[in-house]
Structure formats: C-alpha cells, structure tokens
C-alpha cells in the first residue's frame, strides 16, 4: 500500500527554523517525483515545493523561494523540508504528496506548523 | 504567482448536475493538459478525482468529469449525492516544474 507521513511540525516563534519529514512506504522515493503543500486554517491549497525523482530539479513556489529548501534521504526513503525565517504566514498544515501525471495522487495525513509569537 | 480562479459556492440538489469552472491563463491551463481536480471532505485529507484535464484514477466515480477549454478547465458532477457535498480545488502545472491551485469551491447538496 502506497503511503506517506508528515512528521515534524509544531509551534515556532517568528524567525525561526523547522525542519518536517515525510516518510514514504510501499514505493522508493527515487522512482517518484515528490510535492509539499500545504493548507492555511479555513484557507485553500497552496503548492510549496516540488522534487523530481532523481533529484536533479527541485522548485519552490514565490512565497518560499529562498527560505525553505528540499532534501532527501534514500536510505530511510524520507523526504524533508527545511524550513526557515518562519513567519506567521507560513502557519499552515503541510502535506506531502506522491506525484503521477502531475497531479497530487497520494496524500499523507499532513502536519500542523504554527508561528506565532 | 496568482491562484486559478473558481466561483467560491456552487449548489445544486441529489440527483441533478452541477459544473465547477476553473480558470487561468495561457502560462497554465491554456498549455498544459495537466489540470486535476481535489475533494476535500472537512477536516479530511484532499482526494484526486480528476487528473489530465479528464482522466479518472481508479475507484472514482464516473459521475465526476473533466473538461479544459482554452484557459479554463470544468469539473462536472452529476446525479449528485449528499457525500458530494465538500470543497473542490483545481491545479495545473505552469511551466518550470510549478504547480498552482484554485482558490476552491464549496459545493453545497441542498
């Protein structure tokens, strides 16, 4: 069964740096492109960040372009997200989710990140 | 990097259709045939229903269905029941490996 688990959230002061995890079963991390998005309370789906498979490009949305960056650990087939100088707007529940045709095909149960002072 | 629009509430009762708009522009939908759509139930986690403008991943409904037109994609639902009742969000790619959402529409079954 194809999966995927958020990991890592939880409440930060503005300015400050989170890293979350997505840990993948069922299918390799090396074989699917991989995307962050995330959800603010009561708010839509916003795109955050996208890594291709063989990690030779990995693209982030304007509003997190220069301050989260993408990794990735094949060994515990695990992706993560950095993310840094955190800002209130970052508050949001982030998930990860297996790309297949360019579309968002399966999703984790998310985590909560919350920035506030 | 502007959201596709969608009207914010659309309604309709068991059993009738209703059609979902989604509109962008010629950097997103009017390019690419990679325009999918979402069901999120509240509180729940969203679900693809819709990938490749009209394609159906397996276990969804044929009720739901796809269509793009120039800039603007549509998702229609028809016979509509009472578990239909949830926020629906479009996404296509727009070039350079990104990708972009619609603001979201509440369907309401009435």
């Known amino acids: 069964q194809l999966q995927v688990v958020e990991s890592g959230g939880g409440v930060v002061q503005p300015g400050e740096s989170l890293r979350l995890s997505c840990a993948a079963s069922?299918?390799?991390?090396?074989?699917?492109?991989m995307h962050w998005v995330r959800q603010a309370p009561g708010k839509g789906l916003e795109w955050v960040a996208f890594?291709?498979?063989?990690?030779?490009?990995?693209s982030y949305a304007a509003s997190v372009q220069g301050r989260f960056s993408l990794s990735r650990d094949t060994s515990k087939n695990t992706l993560y997200v950095q993310m840094n100088s955190l800002q209130s707007e970052d508050t949001a529940v982030y998930y990860c989710?297996?790309?297949?045709?360019?579309?968002?095909?399966?999703w984790g149960q998310g985590t909560m990140v919350t920035v506030s002072s | 990097q502007s959201a596709l629009t969608q009207p914010a509430s659309v309604s309709g009762s068991p059993g009738q259709s209703i059609t979902i708009s989604c509109t962008g522009t010629?950097?997103?939908?009017?390019?690419?045939?990679?325009v999918s759509w979402y069901q999120q139930h509240p509180g729940k986690v969203p679900k693809l229903i819709i990938f490749?403008?009209?394609k159906r991943p397996s276990g969804v409904s044929d009720r739901f269905s796809g269509f793009k037109s120039g800039n603007t994609a549509s998702l229609t639902i028809s016979s509509l029941h009472p578990d239909d009742e949830a926020d629906y969000f479009c996404?296509?790619?727009?070039?350079?490996?990104?990708?972009?959402f619609g603001g979201g529409t509440k369907l309401t079954v009435l």
């Open positions: 989710a297996k790309d297949t045709m360019d579309a968002f095909n399966i």
């Open positions: 069922g299918f390799t991390l090396s074989t699917s492109g």
């Open positions: 890594m291709r498979s063989d990690e030779s490009h990995k």
């Open positions: 010629s950097s997103d939908i009017g390019t690419y045939d990679y």
């Open positions: 490749d403008v009209n």
């Open positions: 996404n296509s790619y727009r070039r350079s490996s990104t990708w972009v």
